[in-house]
């Protein structure tokens, strides 16, 4: 068996070794040489014709969006509402009602004489000083709270069927306007 085993080996010895005879080592450098004489032309494909540019209007940017609902959630418009609920109309609007609360930012809050306020940044740059019983936002929302953190509101929307109905809305410092049953 240690023979075989012996004789195996040499002929892969032998084959491995034939392997590294001489491969023509002047015929390869002759090609190569011939290739660095005449590399040959490059053939290129020329370049595609560009596109016109046609430009296109929008004028759907004054619509409303379609991320923004358009009326309360349906859980809570088919709970009633009530025309007792209905906002006042003839009263004289608020400088912070002319924006969607979503557009408004609180930046910080403050207490002078144990009466908290909120300081609430308008899209224009302007911060407006409110209290409770200030209203802000485009859905008729009078501040009922005011924490460290964040400004609570009652808004008075409409259910859909001719009544109002209240919903929960809160700004806070960190910038995210929340909506609560």
């Known amino acids: 068996m240690n023979s075989l085993l012996a004789r195996g080996g040499g002929l892969l010895l032998l084959a491995a070794l034939a392997g590294c005879s001489d491969p023509d080592i002047a015929g390869l ?48 418009a088919l709970a009633g509402g009530s025309t007792d609920l209905a906002p006042d109309l003839a009263r004289p609007r608020e400088p912070l009602e002319q924006y969607p609360l979503d557009r408004l930012a609180l930046v910080g809050t403050l207490s002078v004489g144990g009466r908290p306020s909120a300081l609430v940044r308008a899209p224009d740059g302007e911060v407006h000083r409110l209290r409770s019983g200030n209203y802000l936002g485009t859905d008729f929302g009078r501040i009922v709270s005011i924490t460290e953190a964040s400004v609570q509101l009652v808004e008075v929307v409409p259910n859909g069927r001719g009544g109002w109905i209240e919903r929960v809305r809160s700004l806070s410092l960190n910038g995210e306007g929340r909506q609560r049953g």
Do not use: C, H, W
């Open 29 to 76: 450098d002759r090609q190569l040489a011939e290739i660095r004489a005449n590399p040959g032309a490059m053939e290129l494909s020329p370049l595609p014709d560009t596109p016109g540019y046609v430009a296109i209007s929008y004028d759907q940017a004054d619509r409303r969006s379609p991320f923004m609902a358009r009326l309360p959630e349906p859980e809570k």
